[in-house]
């Protein structure tokens, strides 16, 4: 899971669109691993959530369109919750 998390999380920085990742709402979206934690990605079992700072200028929803085209070749069948924390 340590390996997928990462890997999600580079595919989500390098969408033209996302500014960065964010924990989130008292930095809930997280994916705890020994010793470390990647913030703005939660990988479970049955679903992955990421939170993301958005760039101004599109529409939100286009934006987390583009998020879930970009992880859906990692995730397999799990549903990819986006949520946007804000814009920059």
Partial sequence: MSELAH???D???HCPDVAGLSGGPFGTVATYL???RVSGVAVREDEVEVSIIA???RPLPEIADEVRA???PLVG???VNVYIGGTQ
Avoid: F
């Fill in 7 to 9: 890997e999600i999380a």
């Fill in 11 to 13: 595919a989500v920085r």
């Fill in 34 to 36: 020994p010793g470390e």
């Fill in 55 to 57: 760039r101004y200028g």
């Fill in 70 to 72: 970009a992880l859906a």
């Fill in 77 to 79: 069948d799990r549903p």
